[in-house]
């Protein structure tokens, strides 16, 4: 698809700044802990483990390097690894290459159950201590876990935390960044008739100690051509409740507004686009908007974002408008 797509922004400043399209960007982290592998009989009666190895080492898979779920296989030497790697590895063990058969390692299974671990994310703050086998369930939902990177130009892999994402979006996908609780924006294509799956750059804004990103798309919905704006907030869901937003297209004396909660990043954004969850604008609603001829896409799409707080008298929510 060719078309020229351009951004204006304005935000409290009304300072003016053209947005370029970004270079996609991708970043691993991980690390590998070693593996020790335990010695158990082949009738289970005990395992013979090194004084120096933790148990959860030993629960370790040497595969995957994730921790062993039951049922835990091992090969008739001892060496153990975690039920989906079995397959992987064609009944063959990894460390030995012998066949590894349906022997179960009882033992080690029963050692798991009798502990109590961290959370995974405990580095990053979490501080709940959970059985062996209920740890995995907790840290799918826990509020310390990493954030994916909100950028939905790209299938960008970088997680972390929301200081290290916002200095990620800035400095990798190059996005506009905006400080302020109101924004205009122009969102400019040469060529609005040919509507396929259209990302326009992502605008992040800082406004009351936090962070929060615009997003503006084509896409076809159903048979219909549409173009969407929706806000997500850069932290957990809860905390976005606390927030609102609005957002408002017109021209020739006609005009659409939009009132939300914004959703926190923990939802993709194609979570939310496909929810419909934001402002949604018909193509030939658009182009009516853009004026003139209707060749050429000229949308301006205006917001502000606010603060909901507790009315100390009565308990309704009230909008704090100050940044």
């Not at 691993?28 to 005990?46: A, D, E, R």
């Not at 779920?69 to 009944?91: E, F, W």
């Not at 030995?96 to 033992?107: H, T, Y």
């Not at 979490?126 to 310390?144: D, G, Q, R, T, V």
Request: hydrophobic fraction near 30%; glycine fraction near 6%.
């Amino acid at each position: 698809m060719e078309s020229s797509i351009e951004c204006i922004s304005s935000t409290d400043g009304m300072d003016e700044d053209e947005i370029s399209h970004p270079h996609p960007f991708s970043q691993f982290s991980s690390s590998k802990p070693s593996h020790i592998n335990i010695i158990s009989n082949n009738n289970l009666s005990g395992v013979v483990i090194n004084p120096a190895t933790s148990v959860h080492e030993l629960l370790e898979c040497p595969v995957c390097t994730n921790s062993m779920y039951p049922p835990i296989h091992q090969c008739h030497n001892g060496h153990t690894l975690c039920s989906t790697c079995k397959a992987r590895v064609h009944n063959r063990c990894p460390t030995c290459r012998q066949e590894l058969g349906d022997i179960r390692c009882l033992a080690l299974e029963k050692v798991a159950e009798s502990l109590e671990l961290p959370c995974k994310y405990c580095s990053l703050g979490c501080p709940e201590i959970f059985p062996y086998y209920s740890k995995l369930k907790h840290e799918a939902l826990c509020n310390f876990r990493p954030y994916s990177c909100p950028y939905a130009g790209s299938e960008c892999s970088a997680v972390g935390d929301i200081p290290y994402l916002v200095a990620h979006l800035k400095d990798d996908h190059k996005v506009d960044m905006h400080s302020g609780s109101t924004f205009n924006h122009r969102y400019v294509k040469s060529n609005p008739r040919d509507v396929e799956n259209a990302t326009w750059m992502l605008t992040v804004f800082q406004c009351f100690g936090q962070y929060f990103c615009l997003h503006f798309e084509a896409f076809q919905l159903g048979m219909a051509p549409v173009y969407m704006a929706f806000l997500r907030f850069m932290g957990d869901e809860m905390e976005a409740r606390n927030y609102s937003y609005s957002l408002e297209v017109g021209g020739n004396g006609r005009k659409l507004i939009w009132e939300g909660t914004p959703r926190s990043i923990r939802d993709s954004h194609r979570k939310v686009r496909d929810s419909h969850d934001g402002l949604i604008i018909q193509r030939n609603m658009a182009l009516f908007f853009s004026g003139g001829e209707r060749k050429e896409l000229k949308l301006r799409v205006t917001g502000r974002i606010w603060k909901e707080q507790q009315n100390p008298d009565g308990g309704a929510c009230i909008p704090n408008l100050c940044s």
